[in-house]
């Protein structure tokens, strides 16, 4: 239980962490990984050369600053970051290497200013919001090894199909034989790979692409541009250097972006990679709720970009009430013959308005951020509730507002 004088301090830094809260969070990554070396086998490396896993970070510890009494406000915000920390295997040895340095970096950031008081604060503070999640992070695991399996499990390729130009499915059975648990439609695992040449391993978050209650798991995962290094360096080793035959290592579903099992209508929005989560959601619905009336829109720039086009389509005859929508950004001849496409271009707000509002739907969106900002922003604007709209990052969470 924090003091009335210690909550005091911490929200009179509020101001503070809104200018500076970046700037500490990149000198504490910094820091954290020159005197443990060994924890860069747990981050993953590309978020932190694009800066936004120091935005996250930033983002967390201003909100945890702002809510300091009344820390319930942000539980939801928490358990999709436990879900994360569940599935890259961080425990509770972990949390006082972080505070540490987080410490340590809020004083080398803010020099003469970082008083004794205020530090002193920032660690009884961080002492309460590290075990608010660490508590919520142990139940999660022991859900994990009742439900699943403990740390990372080693997995064997059974198939690898190529799902369009970029995008390629990999279907993974447990070398252990032992059946796979139930997981929730649009969670993900984490694999860990060793790529060639590196000195640490690589951990990614794959969202799972098919339904559950199937003899394996399935991911797809996009191939990016070599000369986006390190972009889709992991995604990239998969593409090349895993086949049929190969062992990966991933540990238990995890994330609450999931499907609900109401009866109301279900309208999914996805740009690109976005439409892996929305597949295995689409075969579980197909599988318990056939009637259930869906919308699935998918965006992409070409008809070649377009992935599952055949699943969907099977789905289709399986299904009461789904709609397909392909929005393509440059369309040939050939796609435009397609009965489901529907658009040349991009989804903008007057083409949502027209096909796919509805006063009793709910909304999921996932995709590349600016394909998030426009997509839920156009739903707010036509006066879709937020409790309606549901969306996954892919990577650390951003504020859409900025």
């Known amino acids: 239980m924090l003091s009335s004088q210690t909550i005091e301090i911490i929200k009179s830094t509020v101001p503070v962490l809104e200018v500076k809260g970046t700037e500490i969070t990149t ?9 443990h070396p060994e924890l860069l086998n747990i981050f993953n490396h590309t978020n932190q050369k694009r800066g936004r896993q120091q935005t996250a970070l930033a983002n967390a510890v201003l909100a945890a600053a702002t809510y300091i009494d009344k820390l319930e406000t942000i539980i939801p915000v ?5 879900h994360k920390h569940r599935s890259l295997m961080i ?31 920032w660690a009884d ?14 139940e999660m695991y022991e859900e994990a090894k009742e439900a699943a399996w403990e740390d990372y499990k080693s997995f064997k390729v059974i198939d690898k ?23 929730q439609p649009g969670q993900y695992i984490t694999v860990r790979v060793r790529v060639t040449g590196d000195e640490y391993l690589s951990n990614r978050q794959y969202s799972l692409s098919a339904a559950p209650n ?9 191939r990016e541009a070599e000369e986006q290094s390190p972009e889709g360096k992991v995604s990239n080793y998969l593409h090349h ?10 540990t238990a579903p995890a994330g609450d972006f999931i499907i609900n099992r109401k009866e109301s209508s279900v309208v999914f929005l996805s740009g690109g990679v976005g439409i892996t989560p929305f597949m295995s959601m689409v075969n579980s619905i197909a599988d318990q709720q056939p009637e259930r009336g869906v919308k699935f829109v998918h965006a992409s720039r070409t008809g070649k970009l377009q992935p599952f086009n055949s699943e969907l389509k099977l789905l289709k005859e399986r299904m009461t009430n789904l709609e397909l929508s392909f929005i393509i950004e440059n369309p040939s001849e050939e796609d435009k013959k397609d009965i489901h496409f529907n658009k040349q271009g991009y989804i903008d707000t007057e083409w949502l308005q027209e096909n796919v509002i509805s006063d009793d739907a709910d909304y999921y969106v996932c995709g590349p951020v600016p394909f998030l900002r426009a997509i839920v922003g156009g739903l707010k604007s036509l006066g879709i509730q937020n ?11 951003i504020d859409l507002a900025k």
């Open 214 to 222: 199937k003899e394996y798991l399935r991911i797809s995962v996009k």
């Open 27 to 35: 000198v504490f990554y910094k820091n954290l990984f020159e005197n």
């Open 78 to 82: 928490v358990k999709q970051i436990a």
């Open 161 to 183: 199909v190529k799902e369009s130009e970029v995008i390629t499915s990999f279907y993974l059975t447990p070398v252990d034989s032992i059946a796979l648990p139930e997981f």
């Open 91 to 121: 425990k509770p040895e972990h949390y006082p290497i972080v505070g540490e340095h987080l410490l340590g970096a809020i004083k080398q950031v803010l020099g003469d200013a970082a008083t004794d008081e205020i530090i002193g604060a």
């Open 125 to 138: 503070a961080y002492g309460v919001i590290a075990q608010v999640f660490i508590d919520i992070e142990k």
């Open 241 to 250: 250097n895993i086949n049929i035959g190969d062992s990966i290592e991933s």
């Open 387 to 397: 409790s309606n709209i549901h969306y996954e990052f892919f990577g650390p969470a």
